[in-house]
């Protein structure tokens, strides 16, 4: 599934060949993934001109002057940059024609979603999606103090608390894994019970995971331009995550996995008190 990493390499990867291009066209395929396609999305973006791309969380968003186009990846979505004449494939739902090229959506799973959110209707922040979002992990708002101030009546398991994306986004079922690890905290650690120097050690490792993740992406992920260019999602080498029973790489006790809400935790009984 892609997290916060995947979903920013692939900001990074398309916005070079939308940004400051003016829409052709617009197909869709299907009548919608996990929510309907806007029905006149066609009428709206035809002629105007992409002004920017960012991302909240795991949402992609487009920027118009007149709205903001939110493109969400769900569980198997994958976007590519193609020429216009490339014939689509089975689980191509949706395309955005800029000039001479198409950014093409993937989504087997059809998990994702394609969401219109137009100006009249203020901030994009405001869209029922993103307004109970947490903060980014990295902007400078974000630090230990966030996870302290905000857990002090959260008697739930630190990865939980994490994985529920109201105090920071972005913190998945690998990353949750792997920052408690760095930090050295016992991902069942009842959350109100974690000190601030602990929770600034986490924010760091949090900071620091995303980050080495999104600059591995970068450099292998494939390109975003062209027929075959498979925009797969990059295998990692992880601390804990996916290795139960293997040795830990920094104590040599085996990882243990356990369940935490319906997820697989990974962690190390010696390394993460
Ligand atoms: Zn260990």
């Known amino acids: 599934m892609p997290e916060l990493p995947e979903v920013e390499v692939t900001r990074r990867g398309i916005a070079p060949h939308i940004e400051g291009r003016t829409v052709r066209g617009v197909t869709l395929r299907h009548t919608g993934l996990r929510w309907p396609f806007p029905i006149d999305l066609e009428q709206r973006l035809l002629n105007r001109t992409v002004r ?18 939110i493109i969400h990846l769900g569980m198997s979505g994958h976007l590519r940059i193609l020429p216009l004449a490339t014939p689509p494939q089975k689980h191509d739902h949706f395309d955005l024609m800029l000039e001479d090229q198409v950014m ?3 989504d087997p799973r059809r998990f994702g979603a394609v969401l219109w959110h137009p100006h ?22 974000f630090s230990g103090q966030t996870l302290y101030k905000a857990t002090r009546n959260r008697s739930a398991p630190i990865k939980q608390v994490l994985l529920a994306g109201d105090i920071v986004v972005g913190v998945g079922n690998i990353y949750a894994s792997e920052s408690l690890f760095e930090a050295g905290i016992n991902p069942k650690t009842p959350a109100h019970r974690i000190s601030l120097a602990r ?24 390109d975003f331009v062209g027929a075959d260019g498979q925009s797969g999602y990059f295998q990692q080498s992880y601390f804990v995550y996916d290795r139960g029973g293997e040795p830990c790489r ?23 008190k």
Do not use: M
């Not at 991302?55 to 968003?61: F, H, I, Q, T, V």
């Not at 203020?122 to 903060?135: E, F, K, P, T």
């Not at 006790?253 to 993460?272: D, L, M």
């Open 120 to 141: 009249e209707e203020g901030s994009v922040d405001n869209h029922l999606l993103l307004r109970g979002l947490g903060v980014e992990p990295l902007e400078t708002l």
């Open 52 to 69: 920017a791309t960012s991302r909240r969380g795991k949402y992609l968003l487009i920027a118009f002057d007149h709205g903001t186009l």
């Open 104 to 106: 093409r959506l993937t």
């Open 199 to 222: 929770y600034e050690k986490l924010a760091q490792a949090i900071r620091r995971v995303l980050a080495a993740s999104i600059e591995r992406g970068g450099s292998t992920l494939r």
């Open 250 to 272: 920094q104590c040599g006790s085996a990882v243990r996995q356990i369940r935490q809400g319906q997820r697989s935790t990974f962690y190390c009984v010696n390394c993460q």
